[in-house]
C-alpha cells in the first residue's frame, strides 16, 4: 500500500525557516517523481515544487523561487522542502504527492498534509 | 503561466443527476490535463488523467473530454458520495490548478 507521510508543520515567525519531510513507502521511490502541493485556508491548490526521480531536476513555481528548495534522499525514500524567508502568505497545508510515470499524467497519490503557519 | 478557469465556480445537485464540469486553458495543452476530488479536511484524490483515463478504483460514472483547451469532467449519476470539491490540473508546462468547482446538495 502506497503510503505518504508528511511531517515539520508548525508555527515560525516570518523571515524564519522551516523544513518539512515526506516518508515515502510501499512503492519503488526512485522510479517516481515526487512535488509538494499546498492550500492555503479556504482556498484552493497550488503547486509549489517538483523534482525528478534522481532529484537532478527541480522546479519551483514562481511564488517560491528563491526561497523554498526541493530534494530527496533515495536512500531514506523521503522528500524534502527547505523553506526560508517566509512569509504570511505561505501558510498553508503542504502536501507531497508522488507523480505517476509518463508525461502529464497527474499526481496519483497525495500525503494527509502538514500545517505550516508563519506568523508573529 | 497558462491560467485556467473552471465553471461554474459552485454547483446545487440533487443525487441521480447528471453533472458537468468544465475546465479552460489559456494556451493548447493537448490532452495534458488532469481531474481531483477533494472532500473537506482530506487530500485531494486523483479521477482522471490525460483528460479522458479513469483512474484505477475510480467509479465509471465518472468520465473526462476534452483536448487542446477546453475538457469536460462528467458524474452521470451523482452520488452521496460525490459531493466535494473538483479541481482540474494541467500538467503541459509547470503544473497549475484550477479554482475549483464545489458541489452541493441541493
Known amino acids: 500500500e502506497v503510503q505518504l507521510l508528511e511531517s515539520g508543520g508548525g508555527l515560525v515567525q516570518p523571515g524564519g525557516s522551516l523544513r518539512v519531510s515526506c516518508a515515502a513507502s510501499?512503492?519503488?521511490?526512485?522510479?517516481?517523481?515526487m512535488n509538494w502541493v499546498r492550500q492555503a485556508p479556504g482556498k484552493g491548490l497550488e503547486w509549489v515544487s517538483g523534482?525528478?526521480?534522481?532529484?537532478?531536476?527541480?522546479n519551483h513555481a514562481d511564488s517560491v523561487k528563491g526561497r523554498f528548495t526541493i530534494s530527496r534522499d533515495n536512500s531514506k525514500n523521503t522528500l524534502y522542502l527547505q523553506m526560508n524567508s517566509l512569509r504570511v502568505e505561505d501558510t498553508a497545508v503542504y502536501y507531497c504527492a508522488k507523480g505517476r510515470l509518463g508525461i502529464g499524467t497527474g499526481f496519483d497519490y497525495w500525503g494527509q498534509g502538514t500545517l505550516v503557519t508563519v506568523s508573529s | 503561466d497558462i491560467q485556467m478557469t473552471q465553471s461554474p465556480s459552485s454547483l446545487s445537485a440533487s443525487v441521480g443527476d447528471r453533472v458537468t464540469i468544465t475546465c479552460r486553458t489559456s494556451h493548447d495543452i493537448s490532452n495534458y490535463l488532469s481531474w481531483y476530488q477533494q472532500k473537506p479536511g482530506k487530500a485531494p484524490k486523483l479521477l482522471i488523467y490525460v483528460a479522458s483515463t479513469l483512474q484505477s478504483g475510480v467509479p465509471s460514472r465518472f468520465s473526462g473530454s476534452g483536448s487542446g483547451t477546453d475538457f469536460t469532467l462528467t458524474i452521470s449519476s451523482l452520488q452521496p458520495e460525490d459531493f466535494a470539491t473538483y479541481y482540474c490540473q494541467q500538467s503541459y508546462t509547470t503544473p497549475t490548478f484550477g479554482p475549483g468547482t464545489k458541489v452541493d446538495i441541493k
Open positions: 510501499g512503492f519503488s521511490f526512485n522510479t517516481f517523481p
Open positions: 523534482i525528478s526521480t534522481s532529484g537532478g531536476s527541480t
